[in-house]
């Protein structure tokens, strides 16, 4: 790459910065909580969330080519770390297997492995972000209530032995804090008065987004409620809790370093490898859920992906950090509150960084029934009542699979939730025979002075053909034109018909003109 395009690139990561900030001190708001609640579930050094969410934000954010997903440590790793620390004897041995694991996991980049993404139907990704948000929902009402038990980023549905989701939600009304009830309440109202009112009067609340006020005004509440001017209090699991370093000295202590005498034990590869798999499926499927959050619809490179994760599990395991993921939670948030780069991932890891060596006693003050009330607003958005309409309109074969997804992450976990929706997907789609699902031509038009690409679909195209199709439209060059013919297409996967219309919108990026025949756009846009 020239130095021109470097610098050129550099740059066009600030172009939207007046997005990249505001959204960036949201994500930041929102990852504190669920980096130092994932690391006591995983029983690791609090700090330890902190250091991945830093290398999450700074070193996968530049690395990766995802713009709108956001990294970090991942819930659903934090059962397999708990036991792996147990096993090992040493959270300095399962450091080393973490170095070993973004190994593993760059090593799956390099061979190529981020295709598996491409095998997800859209009914089982729309459902995972629908179940995501009814469980971000779910989980964070007892937070907004009061009750703390269960830790901040949790996703399970057996919280404890003989309690659940629902069980510590029926229990939230029977331990209500009014001063948590009280604090949640005003920042609904922010937040909703935010989104509703005050966002299209003035251009400057677009750019102070409510969360970051709603932070505020919670601080201020719990103030209050210290000194007495209310008669509410908070309990010290009631805020965040961040690690307080009174010198420099002190801060360094926070960090620990790998023991890599015993790396080549296979105990030590075994857990490397599992981290690997999980942390890597996780990051493909979340990665396919933010490309279809995107306003733009751009496709993240997976394999690049799965090296940047790589990277970063490196330098975590390198510098004591947990296993990182891309994470749902962060990069719904992230796409809910106006970012268009990856600027704002990066930025996020720059104010965890900041936030820890220069005001940490100043964000535990922050409650955590005020980022309760952010995350319901943004489960809210991931789970809204229309898109199930929408999705039972599409038929059962795209409706079913869907809800077996919702329910299934509801009462297990992400990724049994998201296998038992893709068995019930494959089981829709197996009656249509895999065959060619397409040729390409091309040729030179001399009225426009321009190569011409003329795709041509196959009678019948299932989502497994998604990826060549894919594959074909995104190697097409810039400045080109596309004509793609259904002509001949008796069947079409909805996932191919949704990605065909989506490549329309954001081939004009690239100064690709697109021309289709026979095709029939989604249906829930008929009409329209």
């Given at each position: 790459?020239?130095?021109?395009?470097?610098?050129?690139?550099?740059?066009?990561?600030?172009?939207?910065?007046?997005?990249?900030?505001?959204?960036?001190?949201?994500?930041?708001?929102?990852?504190?909580?669920?980096?130092?609640?994932?690391?006591?579930?995983?029983?690791?050094?609090?700090?330890?969330?902190?250091?991945?969410?830093?290398?999450?934000?700074?070193?996968?954010?530049?690395?990766?080519?995802?713009?709108?997903?956001?990294?970090?440590?991942?819930?659903?790793?934090?059962?397999?770390?708990?036991?792996?620390?147990?096993?090992?004897?040493?959270?300095?041995?399962?450091?080393?297997?973490?170095?070993?694991?973004?190994?593993?996991?760059?090593?799956?980049?390099?061979?190529?492995?981020?295709?598996?993404?491409?095998?997800?139907?859209?009914?089982?990704?729309?459902?995972?972000?629908?179940?995501?948000?009814?469980?971000?929902?779910?989980?964070?009402?007892?937070?907004?209530?009061?009750?703390?038990?269960?830790?901040?980023?949790?996703?399970?549905?057996?919280?404890?032995?003989?309690?659940?989701?629902?069980?510590?939600?029926?229990?939230?009304?029977?331990?209500?804090?009014p001063g948590a009830v009280l604090i949640a309440a005003v920042s609904f109202?922010?937040?909703?008065?935010?989104?509703?009112?005050?966002?299209?009067?003035?251009?400057?609340?677009?750019?102070?987004?409510?969360?970051?006020?709603?932070?505020?005004?919670?601080?201020?509440?719990?103030?209050?409620?210290?000194?007495?001017?209310?008669?509410?209090?908070?309990?010290?699991?009631?805020?965040?809790?961040?690690?307080?370093?009174?010198?420099?000295?002190?801060?360094?202590?926070?960090?620990?370093?790998?023991?890599?005498?015993?790396?080549?034990?296979?105990?030590?590869?075994?857990?490397?490898?599992?981290?690997?798999?999980?942390?890597?499926?996780?990051?493909?499927?979340?990665?396919?859920?933010?490309?279809?959050?995107?306003?733009?619809?751009?496709?993240?490179?997976?394999?690049?992906?799965?090296?940047?994760?790589?990277?970063?599990?490196?330098?975590?395991?390198?510098?004591?950090?947990?296993?990182?993921?891309?994470?749902?939670?962060?990069?719904?948030?992230?796409?809910?509150?106006?970012?268009?780069?990856?600027?704002?991932?990066?930025?996020?890891?720059?104010?965890?960084?900041?936030?820890?060596?220069?005001?940490?006693?100043?964000?535990?003050?922050?409650?955590?029934?005020?980022?309760?009330?952010?995350?319901?607003?943004?489960?809210?958005?991931?789970?809204?009542?229309?898109?199930?309409?929408?999705?039972?309109?599409?038929?059962?074969?795209?409706?079913?699979?869907?809800?077996?997804?919702?329910?299934?992450?509801?009462?297990?976990?992400?990724?049994?939730?998201?296998?038992?929706?893709?068995?019930?997907?494959?089981?829709?789609?197996?009656?249509?025979?895999?065959?060619?699902?397409?040729?390409?031509?091309?040729?030179?038009?001399?009225?426009?002075?321009?190569?011409?690409?003329?795709?041509?679909?196959?009678?019948?195209?299932?989502?497994?053909?998604?990826?060549?199709?894919?594959?074909?439209?995104?190697?097409?060059?810039?400045?080109?034109?596309?004509?793609?013919?259904?002509?001949?297409?008796?069947?079409?996967?909805?996932?191919?018909?949704?990605?065909?219309?989506?490549?329309?919108?954001?081939?004009?990026?690239?100064?690709?003109?697109?021309?289709?025949?026979?095709?029939?756009?989604?249906?829930?846009?008929?009409?329209?």
């Amino acid at each position: 790459m020239s130095t021109v395009s470097t610098r050129r690139g550099y740059l066009d990561l600030f172009k939207y910065a007046n997005r990249d900030l505001p959204a960036s001190i949201v994500v930041f708001f929102v990852a504190l909580p669920l980096c130092l609640g994932i690391a006591l579930a995983s029983g690791a050094p609090l700090f330890a969330g902190v250091i991945s969410g830093i290398v999450g934000g700074i070193v996968v954010g530049l690395a990766s080519g995802s713009q709108l997903g956001v990294s970090g440590p991942a819930a659903g790793l934090a059962v397999i770390v708990l036991a792996a620390i147990s096993q090992l004897g040493s959270y300095e041995i399962f450091l080393a297997a973490v170095v070993l694991a973004g190994i593993f996991q760059y090593l799956l980049g390099q061979l190529k492995a981020g295709f598996i993404a491409y095998f997800v139907p859209g009914s089982v990704i729309k459902g995972m972000l629908t179940g995501i948000g009814l469980l971000i929902i779910l989980k964070q009402i007892p937070h907004a209530l009061g009750n703390d038990a269960d830790f901040e980023g949790s996703e399970a549905f057996e919280v404890f032995e003989g309690h659940n989701t629902f069980h510590d939600l029926l229990q939230s009304w029977d331990l209500l804090t009014p001063g948590a009830v009280l604090i949640a309440a005003v920042s609904f109202g922010i937040l909703i008065l935010w989104d509703t009112v005050l966002s299209k009067k003035h251009k400057f609340f677009q750019l102070l987004q409510g969360p970051i006020v709603v932070v505020l005004v919670g601080i201020l509440l719990n103030l209050a409620f210290m000194r007495g001017w209310l008669n509410f209090s908070l309990r010290a699991d009631q805020v965040v809790h961040l690690p307080v370093a009174s010198s420099l000295a002190e801060f360094t202590s926070f960090f620990t370093y790998p023991d890599f005498s015993q790396i080549a034990q296979p105990l030590v590869i075994k857990t490397a490898l599992v981290i690997a798999i999980i942390a890597s499926l996780e990051t493909l499927l979340c990665v396919e859920a933010a490309d279809k959050l995107d306003p733009l619809k751009r496709v993240t490179p997976t394999n690049r992906e799965l090296k940047a994760q790589g990277l970063g599990n490196m330098v975590s395991g390198l510098i004591g950090g947990l296993p990182v993921t891309q994470v749902i939670v962060r990069s719904s948030a992230n796409v809910a509150f106006g970012a268009q780069t990856k600027l704002s991932a990066v930025l996020h890891g720059v104010w965890l960084l900041l936030s820890v060596v220069t005001i940490a006693s100043f964000l535990n003050m922050i409650p955590l029934a005020s980022l309760a009330a952010i995350l319901i607003m943004v489960g809210y958005k991931l789970a809204k009542p229309g898109l199930f309409r929408q999705m039972y309109a599409l038929g059962w074969e795209q409706f079913i699979p869907f809800m077996v997804t919702i329910i299934a992450i509801v009462l297990t976990d992400l990724l049994t939730g998201i296998g038992l929706g893709l068995v019930v997907a494959v089981f829709f789609t197996l009656h249509h025979s895999y065959r060619n699902s397409h040729y390409i031509k091309q040729t030179h038009s001399q009225q426009e002075g321009r190569e011409v690409y003329e795709l041509v679909l196959a009678e019948e195209v299932s989502f497994f053909n998604k990826a060549s199709i894919l594959e074909v439209l995104e190697s097409i060059p810039a400045n080109s034109k596309v004509v793609i013919d259904c002509t001949n297409s008796k069947s079409i996967a909805h996932d191919v018909v949704e990605f065909i219309h989506d490549y329309q919108q954001h081939a004009r990026l690239k100064n690709i003109d697109v021309e289709t025949i026979a095709f029939k756009p989604p249906r829930y846009l008929l009409g329209h």
